[in-house]
């Protein structure tokens, strides 16, 4: 006997809140690494993030093919007609109301999150431009030896 569909979606809802909760702390670990400059951790988190958002899109997967499959849109308005009309209509919309508020803290943390990258970043181009003596691209001259600056009255990085 097939599992009824308002009991899957629960079960599965639980699954997604679970696993948006964990998203939430895994996003809020990268901003502290953001923060401390912490490039290890960096590239840890966003090993374990890209997992995260396979597995939540794989349970939004099925939930959308599980309301489509009883003719019910795969929106947010075809998950509300479906618990509005579910006997246990009450704790749908509390999982459905728990991933909503989850899913806005994590759009408000990878938000900051996306800032303080665009920060390292300006903040990277301007350390580049300087060790690269400015404007000039060259770092090499012409006589094959690693230069800042782009011309002969460049600072040497290495001497051969």
């Known amino acids: 006997m097939a599992e009824p569909l308002g009991t899957f979606l629960a079960r599965r809802m639980g699954d997604e809140i679970a696993l948006l909760r964990d998203f939430v702390a895994v996003l809020e670990r990268e901003q502290a690494g953001l923060s401390a400059d912490h490039a290890e951790e960096i590239a840890t988190v966003a090993q374990i993030k890209v ?6 899109g794989q349970i939004a997967a099925e939930r959308n093919l599980a309301l ?8 947010r308005a075809g998950l509300d007609a479906f618990i509005d009309c579910q006997a246990e209509s009450a704790k749908l919309a509390q999982q459905r109301d728990q991933l909503l508020a989850l899913a806005g803290e994590a759009d408000r943390i990878n938000r900051t999150n996306g800032k303080l990258i665009r920060m390292r970043m300006v903040h990277n181009q301007k350390s580049l431009t300087f060790l690269l003596g ?26 051969a």
């Not at 997992?51 to 939540?56: A, H, M």
């Not at 489509?68 to 929106?75: E, P, S």
Request: proline share 2%; glycine share 20%; aromatic share 4%.
């Open 51 to 56: 997992e995260l958002v396979r597995q939540l």
């Open 134 to 159: 400015g404007e000039s691209a060259s770092t090499y001259g012409r006589d094959g030896r690693a230069m800042l600056g782009g011309g002969p009255a460049g600072r040497r990085l290495t001497t």
């Open 68 to 75: 489509a499959r009883v003719g019910f849109t795969t929106d």
